[in-house]
């Protein structure tokens, strides 16, 4: 599964001493955390009977919502690098598209 990969890439890039790679999949990680997060509670307002395990496995995201997940940090990194550009903050647009490039290396390849 995708969310699996992200958290082994992390975990590399943890030992290789990899700040930015370290620094955006926490920030995706917790992106795709928080999403299930959300799900999880809507499934317990629909579904009270469910337990607690239940309600954890049934609210993991597919690797489809994972990939909206990242489109979306992916979409984030776009429009701060329009309001860097507008900003002259040249230094901020670089940090936001090395991040753009870490995140786009879990989507499916485009045809």
């Known amino acids: 599964m995708l ?3 992200i958290q082994e890439d992390l975990n590399s890039a943890l030992k290789e001493k990899k ?6 999949l926490r920030l995706l990680l917790s992106a795709i955390f928080n999403k299930e ?3 999880r509670y809507k499934l317990s307002k629909e579904k009270p009977e469910l337990k607690e395990e239940e309600l954890e496995k049934e609210s993991e995201l597919t690797d489809e ?3 909206d ?3 979306s940090e ?3 990194r776009k429009e701060s690098i329009l309001e860097f550009e507008k900003g002259k903050r040249m230094d901020l647009v670089e940090k936001e598209k090395a991040e753009m490039e ?3 290396k879990y989507l499916p390849k485009e045809l």
């Open 65 to 67: 919502k994972v990939i």
């Open 19 to 24: 700040e930015l790679e370290v620094s955006v």
């Open 102 to 104: 870490v995140l786009q």
């Open 69 to 71: 997940v990242i489109s």
């Open 74 to 76: 992916i979409k984030k």
């Open 3 to 5: 969310k699996e990969k």
């Open 37 to 39: 997060k959300e799900k």
